[in-house]
C-alpha cells in the first residue's frame, strides 16, 4: 500500500483544503515559535538573580498591551472563520448534472449501485471532471465514508440519506474506509476508490455483467410489490400520482410545505404517516419492515425516473 | 410563642391567593385544550404554563424576597435551557 | 479577631494537632467530613484508576506497534479503548483537580475553614466509590465496546457488551460531580474571609469557582443522555430508533452538550493551577489579572454553546455547522489571551524553574499546541478531513493531557509541601518534568502527522504505511510511563524520609500558606482576614523607584 | 438559644449565614436539575415537531383525568408547603408539621393515582415494543418519552415525600429545631417538582385532546 492512497490531492476541492490547512499552520507555527521564544527569552533574562532591570510597567501600557493583542486575537479568528467558511459555501453549492451513486452500509462493509444498476462491493468507480454524487444509507448503525484524497468524510446513517459531492481530477486508485466507530470490524470496513476518464467509465460499466439501472429495477418492484396498484392513474383507490413529483413542492396534511427529495419519498415509502400529503386519506401501508434499504433506493431512482425522463417509462405505469 | 387568629390568617393569605389563581390557570389551561387551535393549542398551554411558574417562583418559592444572587440563579437555569433549545433546533429547522 | 465569630473556636492544643493528626483509624478516614481529608482520600482513588486507564492504553499501545495486531482480537481492542476513555475522562480528569486540590485547596484560599456543606462533600466521595465500583464490575465482566460517546444505535441495539452497567458507573459519577459543583460554589459565595473580595480571589479559586458552574449546569445532561440510551437498551423504549422515526443524532446532540464543557471542566482548574504557579515561581503578580478572570467567565459560558463543532459531519445542517464553527472561533480568543498573559507574567520577574514551574511551563507550551489545533478543528473543511482521524486523539490529548495532566503534576507539586509537611526530591521531581514533556510529545506529535495524512481513529488494523508513526508513538508512550511513575517513587519517598517543609516553603502569597504545614483541622489558628490583591509579590507600583530585588510578602495578613 | 445552637452547622459562622448558604445551593442544586428535565424537554420538542401527527394521536391517549387531579393535588402541596415554611420561620412548630404532614399526604395522593393511571396504560399495552396498539410507529416515541418522563416526576417526588418524612421525625423529637436551615432547603425541591410538573401536565395531558 502507498501513503499516496491517501494523501495525493484528487480533487480541486482537496487542493483548496490543504492551502486552508497550510495557511492555519503557518499561523500556528508562528504563534507556538513566538510564544516559546518570548518564554525561552524571559527565562534566560529573568532568571532569578539576574541583573536584568525588574521595575513596574505602567498599568496603562498594560491595559492597551491586553487590548491590544484582544483585539488582534479576534480580527484573526474572525479572518480565519471568514475563510474556512467561504471554503465551506464553496463546497456546498451543488453542481448540475451529477452522476448518482447509492452507497449502502452495513456491518462491515460497502455496497454501491451505480445509476447503470451496476453493483459492487467496497470498490467505488467513478469517472474523473464528473460531478458524483453519493447518496448514502446504513442498513444498521452509523458508518462514516471517508475518502482521504478527497478530503471528504460524511456519516452515513440509518433510515437517513446522506450526501457526499464531489469531482475528482486525478485519476487513480485511492483508498475508501468507514472513519465512524461501527463495532468489531470497524478497523477493516475499507475499500478502494477507482477513478478512471469517463471513457474507461463507460466501458467499465458496460462490461460488467448485464442488468437493469436502477430505475428499471424499481419499477419491477414497484409492480410487484402492489405499489401501481393505487398510484397508477384511473386507480380507484384515491393515491397521489408520482409522476412530476420529484423536486416538486408539496403540501401536508398538517400544513407544512415540503420538497419531494430522496429523503421525502424514503420517508414515504417507510414512515407513510409522518408526512401525510394534504387531501389523501392514510392509506399507504408502511414497508419499512417489507423492502431493503437497497430496493428503496431502486423504488426512488423510480420514481425519479417519472420526473427526469417523463416519457419512456410513463408508459409502464399506466399499463 | 402565641399564635392567635390573625396569626393564622397572615400566614395563609398570600399564599391561598397565588394557589387561587393557579387553579385558575389550570382549569384555563385544561378548558383550552379542548378548543382546536391548530398549533395555537400548545402554544396557549406553554404560555399558561409558564406563567402558573412565575406564580409559583414569585409567591410560593418567595422568590419575590429573595436575595438578587437566588434570582440570577433560577434565572441561569433559564438561560441554559434556552441555550440548548436554540442551538439545537438551529440544527433541526435547518436540515430538511 | 472578632469579624467573624466561629461557633467553633479552635483550643489552643488542638491547635498544634494536623489534620493528620485528628485520628489514625479507618473510620477517622472514612467518615471524616474534613475536607482535608476528603481531598485525600480523592486523590488515593483517582490515582488507582489513572493507573488503571493508564495500563489499558498502554496494551493498545503495544497492540498497534503492529499494523496487523499480535496479542489483541478486535472485540479486545475495542474494549481496551473504550475502557481506557471511560475511566480516563470520569473518573480522573474530570475529578483530577477539583476534587483534589479544589477540595483541599480552596477553602483555604478563600479562608474558610471547610466547604459550606462537609457532609455533602463525603456523599460525592461514596458516590464517586460507588459508580467507580460499577466501572470494575464493567471490567471484570467482560468490558464495554461503544467508545467513552456511547453512540446508539450502536450502543442501544448492536453492541453484545456491558452499556449499561457502564452507563451507570457514569450516571452516578455524574452525581459526585453536581454534589462537588453546588459545594464550591456555595463555598465560594458565601464563606470567603472578611476582606476577600471577588476581585481579591486567587485565579486557582476562580477556575474553581467557574469550573464548578460548568459542572453544575453540564452534567446533568450526561445524565439524561445515559438515561435514555439506558431505557431504550434495557426497556427497548424507542428514543433514537430512527427506523420509527427518531434520530440518532439527537443522542449526540444531548451528549456533546455535556462532553463538550466536560473538555472545560477539565481545562478550566489547570488554567487556575498554572496561574498560581506562575506567579509563585515568576515572583510577579499575574498579568492583566481581571482579564484573566473574564476570560475564565466566558470560556465557562460560551464553552456551552459550541458542541456542534463534534457534529460537523454527523449530518448536521450546514447552517448550524456554520454556527458552530464561529462560536469555536469565539471560545478560542479568551484561551489565547490567558496564554498571552502567562507568557506576559514572565516579563521582568524572578524566575526559578523548580518543579511545579517546569510542569506549568510544559503546561503552557502544550496547551498552546493543542489550543490551535482546536482552531483547525473548528474550521469546517479541515475538519471534515480531520474528524474521526489521528488528528483529533492527538488533539484532545494535548488539552487534556498535555495541559490537563501537566497542571495536574504542577499544582501535586505545587501544595505538596503543604499537604504533607514534607519536600520531596527537587531534582527527581525536575527529571520526571522535563522526561513527561519529552515522553508527551513523543506520543501525540507523531499521531497529528499520521491523523491529517488519514489513519482514522479507533482503528485495531491499519494500512502499513502509518506504521512508522504508530512505532513512535507507542515509544513515546513508554517515556510517559516512566515519567508517570517517577513521582510515585519520589513523593512517597517524601512521606518517610522528605525535609520538613516548614509552613510556607516557596514563599507564596496566599492564605493557604499563612498556616502550617500540614494544615490544622480548622485550617487556621486564627481566622484570616485579606487587606491586599493577591499575588503580592512584589510591591505594586512601589517597584518603579526601587527597580531592584522584590521583597516578599503575603497577601493574607493574619493577626 | 440552646435551639439555635443546635440548628447551627459547621462551617457556618451564624444561623442567618446558614439559612442563606443552604437556600443558595439548593438553588444550585435547581440550575442543575433544570438541566436535566431540560434534555428530556428538548427531546420532546424535537420529536414532536417532526411527528406532529404521531404525537396528536398518542396524546389522546392518555389518562386526562389522572393527570388533572394530579395537577390539583400537586399544586395544593405546594400550597401547604410554602405555609409550613412560613410557620417554621415564625417558630410554630406544630403548624409546620401539620403543614408537612398534608404535605406529605398530598404526595402520597399523587403517587397513589400515578400507580392507577400507570396500572390502566399497562391494561392497554401502552408500552413501547412489539404489540404497541397504536400507529403510526412514531407513537412509540411519544409513548416511551411519557414513561420516562413521568417516571422520573415520579422519583424526585418519592424522594421529595421521602425527605419530608424524615423531617417531620427530626422535627417532632426535637432533635433539630423548625426555623433552622432544613426546612428552607427542602421546600425549594418540593416546589421545583411541583414546577416540573406544570410543564408536563400539557405536554404529556394536553397534547392531543383538541
Known amino acids: 500500500m502507498k501513503l499516496a492512497e491517501f494523501t495525493t490531492a484528487a480533487s480541486d476541492y482537496a487542493s483548496h483544503v490543504d492551502t486552508l490547512f497550510a495557511l492555519l499552520s503557518i499561523i500556528s507555527g508562528a504563534v507556538v515559535a513566538l510564544v516559546t521564544a518570548l518564554i525561552v527569552i524571559f527565562l534566560i533574562r529573568y532568571h532569578r538573580g539576574s541583573r536584568a532591570p525588574r521595575g513596574e510597567t505602567p498599568e496603562r501600557v498594560d491595559r492597551e498591551i491586553e487590548i491590544g493583542w484582544t483585539v488582534a486575537t479576534f480580527f484573526t479568528f474572525l479572518f480565519l472563520f471568514w475563510w474556512a467558511a467561504s471554503d465551506q459555501l464553496t463546497a456546498l453549492a451543488l453542481p448540475k448534472d451529477e452522476l448518482e451513486v447509492h452507497v449502502v452500509a452495513k456491518q462491515w462493509m460497502w455496497r454501491i449501485q451505480h445509476p447503470s444498476g451496476v453493483r459492487e462491493i467496497n470498490e467505488l468507480h467513478v469517472p474523473a471532471h464528473s460531478n458524483v454524487r453519493l447518496v448514502m444509507t446504513s442498513q444498521d448503525v452509523i458508518h462514516d465514508l471517508y475518502l482521504p484524497t478527497m478530503r471528504l468524510k460524511q456519516d452515513v446513517l440509518p433510515d437517513r440519506y446522506t450526501y457526499l459531492s464531489f469531482n475528482a481530477t486525478k485519476t487513480g486508485i485511492f483508498h475508501l474506509t468507514c472513519a465512524e466507530f461501527c463495532g468489531t470490524d470497524h478497523s477493516v470496513m475499507a475499500g478502494r476508490l477507482v477513478v478512471v476518464t469517463p471513457e474507461e467509465y463507460a466501458r467499465w460499466t458496460s462490461a460488467q455483467p448485464e442488468g437493469d439501472d436502477l430505475a428499471h429495477q424499481g419499477e419491477k418492484l414497484f409492480r410487484s410489490l402492489g405499489c401501481s396498484g393505487c398510484h397508477a392513474p384511473g386507480s380507484t383507490v384515491h393515491a397521489p400520482d408520482l409522476h412530476g413529483l420529484y423536486g416538486a413542492a408539496v403540501q401536508l396534511a398538517d400544513g407544512r410545505t415540503v420538497t419531494a427529495d430522496e429523503a421525502y419519498l424514503r420517508d414515504c415509502i417507510l414512515l407513510p404517516d409522518k408526512n401525510r400529503v394534504a387531501g389523501f386519506p392514510p392509506l399507504m401501508p408502511n414497508f419499512s419492515g417489507s423492502v431493503t434499504p437497497g430496493q428503496v433506493v431502486q423504488l426512488v431512482a423510480y420514481i425519479k425516473s417519472l420526473t427526469t425522463q417523463s416519457t419512456g417509462t410513463t408508459q409502464g405505469v399506466a399499463r | 410563642m402565641s399564635n392567635g387568629g390573625s396569626d393564622m390568617r397572615s400566614l395563609w393569605r398570600g399564599p391561598l391567593l397565588a394557589w387561587i389563581v393557579l387553579m385558575g390557570l389550570f382549569a384555563i389551561s385544561l378548558g383550552s385544550a379542548y378548543i382546536p387551535l391548530g398549533h395555537g393549542n400548545v402554544a396557549v398551554n406553554l404560555l399558561i404554563a409558564a406563567v402558573m411558574l412565575a406564580v409559583l417562583a414569585t409567591f410560593l418559592m418567595d422568590l419575590k424576597n429573595a436575595k438578587s444572587l437566588v434570582r440570577i440563579v433560577a434565572m441561569a437555569g433559564l438561560f441554559w435551557i434556552m441555550m440548548m433549545f436554540s442551538l439545537t433546533f438551529s440544527d433541526y429547522l435547518t436540515r430538511w | 479577631m472578632s469579624e467573624m465569630t466561629l461557633p467553633f473556636a479552635p483550643a489552643r492544643e488542638t491547635a498544634a494537632t494536623s489534620y493528620l493528626g485528628e485520628g489514625h483509624t479507618l473510620t477517622s478516614w472514612l467518615l471524616t467530613t474534613d475536607h482535608k481529608r476528603i481531598a485525600i482520600l480523592y486523590a488515593l482513588s483517582i490515582t488507582v484508576f489513572f493507573f488503571i486507564g493508564g495500563i489499558v492504553v498502554g496494551l493498545v499501545r503495544l497492540e498497534l506497534i503492529s499494523p496487523t495486531g499480535w496479542f489483541m482480537t478486535s472485540d479486545e481492542y475495542n474494549r481496551a479503548f473504550s475502557i481506557h476513555g471511560i475511566v480516563m475522562v470520569w473518573f480522573f480528569l474530570v475529578p483530577s483537580i477539583p476534587a483534589t486540590m479544589g477540595n483541599f485547596i480552596l477553602p483555604m484560599m478563600i479562608g474558610a475553614p471547610d466547604v459550606a456543606f462537609p457532609r455533602l462533600n463525603l456523599l460525592s466521595w461514596y458516590l464517586y466509590v460507588i459508580g467507580a465500583a460499577f466501572t470494575v464490575y464493567v471490567l471484570l465482566s467482560g468490558g464495554v465496546d461503544t467508545g467513552w460517546t456511547f453512540y446508539p444505535p450502536f450502543s442501544t441495539g448492536y453492541s453484545n457488551s456491558n452499556v449499561i452497567p457502564a452507563a451507570v458507573g457514569v450516571f452516578v459519577v455524574g452525581f459526585s460531580s453536581i454534589a462537588t459543583g453546588v459545594n464550591f460554589l456555595a463555598t465560594v459565595h458565601m464563606l470567603r474571609a472578611p476582606g476577600m473580595t471577588w476581585f481579591r480571589l486567587p485565579l486557582f479559586a476562580w477556575s474553581m469557582y467557574t469550573v464548578s458552574m460548568v459542572m453544575v449546569l453540564a452534567t446533568p445532561v450526561l445524565a439524561m443522555s445515559l438515561l435514555l440510551i439506558s431505557a431504550e437498551r434495557f426497556f427497548g423504549f424507542p428514543i433514537f430508533d430512527a427506523t420509527i422515526g427518531g434520530d440518532p443524532l439527537l443522542f449526540q446532540h444531548i451528549f456533546w452538550f455535556y462532553s463538550h464543557p466536560a473538555v472545560y471542566i477539565m481545562i478550566l482548574p489547570a488554567m487556575g493551577v498554572v496561574s498560581e504557579v506562575f506567579a509563585c515561581f515568576a515572583r510577579r503578580r499575574v498579568f492583566g489579572y481581571s482579564f484573566m478572570v473574564f476570560a475564565l467567565l466566558v470560556i465557562a459560558v460560551v464553552g456551552f454553546m459550541v458542541w456542534g463543532h463534534h457534529m460537523f459531519v454527523a449530518g448536521q445542517s450546514p447552517f448550524a455547522n456554520l454556527v458552530f464553527s464561529f462560536l469555536s472561533f469565539m471560545v478560542a480568543v479568551p484561551s489565547a489571551i490567558k496564554v498571552f498573559n502567562w507568557t506576559a507574567t514572565l516579563y521582568r520577574g524572578q524566575i526559578g524553574l523548580e518543579a511545579p514551574m517546569l510542569y506549568a511551563l510544559g503546561f503552557v507550551g502544550l496547551f498552546t499546541i493543542g489550543g490551535l489545533t482546536g482552531l483547525f478543528l473548528a474550521s469546517v473543511p479541515i475538519d471534515i478531513a480531520a474528524t474521526d482521524s489521528y488528528f483529533v486523539v492527538a488533539h484532545f490529548h494535548f488539552i487534556m493531557v498535555g495541559g490537563s495532566v501537566s497542571a495536574f503534576m504542577a499544582g501535586i507539586h505545587y501544595w505538596w509541601p503543604k499537604v504533607t509537611g514534607r519536600l520531596y526530591n527537587e531534582f527527581a521531581a525536575q527529571c520526571a518534568a522535563i522526561t513527561m514533556f519529552i515522553g508527551f510529545n513523543l506520543t501525540f506529535m507523531p499521531q497529528f502527522v499520521m491523523g491529517w495524512l488519514g489513519m482514522p481513529r479507533r482503528y485495531h488494523l491499519y494500512p502499513d504505511v502509518f506504521q512508522i508513526w504508530h512505532v513512535l508513538s507507542s515509544g513515546g508512550a513508554a517515556v510517559l510511563a516512566v515519567a508517570y511513575l517517577l513521582p510515585l517513587g519520589y513523593l512517597g519517598w517524601s512521606l518517610i524520609g522528605g525535609q520538613r517543609a516548614g509552613d510556607n516553603p516557596w514563599a507564596a502569597t496566599g492564605l493557604e500558606w499563612q498556616t502550617p504545614s500540614p494544615p490544622p483541622r480548622q485550617n487556621f489558628l486564627h481566622p484570616p482576614r485579606v487587606t491586599s490583591e493577591p499575588y503580592a509579590y512584589h510591591e505594586f507600583g512601589r517597584a518603579r523607584e526601587q527597580d531592584g530585588e522584590t521583597s516578599i510578602s503575603g497577601q493574607g495578613d493574619v493577626s | ?210
Open chain 4, 1 to 210: 438559644m440552646t435551639d439555635l445552637a443546635r440548628a447551627l452547622q459547621e462551617p457556618w459562622p451564624d444561623l442567618r449565614m446558614q439559612r442563606e448558604g443552604v437556600s443558595l445551593g439548593m438553588w444550585f442544586f435547581l440550575a442543575s436539575e433544570v438541566l436535566f428535565f431540560a434534555a428530556l424537554f428538548c427531546s420532546y420538542a424535537i420529536y414532536r415537531s417532526y411527528n406532529p401527527e404521531a404525537f396528536r394521536i398518542a396524546g389522546a391517549h392518555t389518562k386526562v383525568i389522572y393527570g388533572s387531579i394530579n395537577t390539583v393535588l400537586l399544586l395544593t402541596s405546594s400550597l401547604t408547603m410554602t405555609v409550613a415554611l412560613r410557620a417554621a420561620t415564625a417558630q410554630l412548630r406544630r403548624v409546620t408539621l401539620i403543614c408537612l404532614g398534608i404535605t406529605v399526604a398530598l404526595g402520597l395522593a399523587f403517587l397513589i393515582t400515578k400507580g392507577l393511571e400507570y396500572h390502566d396504560d399497562i391494561e392497554e399495552h401502552l408500552v413501547p415494543g412489539t404489540g404497541f396498539p397504536l400507529s403510526p410507529p412514531a407513537t412509540q416515541i411519544f409513548w416511551g418519552l411519557y414513561w420516562i418522563m413521568t417516571g422520573i416526576h415520579a422519583i424526585h417526588l418519592s424522594a421529595g415525600v421521602v425527605v419530608v418524612i424524615a423531617v417531620m421525625i427530626i422535627f417532632g423529637r426535637r432533635i433539630i429545631p423548625v426555623q433552622g436551615s432544613t426546612m428552607e432547603g427542602v421546600a425549594i425541591y418540593w416546589h421545583f417538582v411541583d414546577s416540573v410538573w406544570i410543564f408536563l401536565y400539557p405536554l404529556i395531558y394536553l397534547a392531543g385532546r383538541a
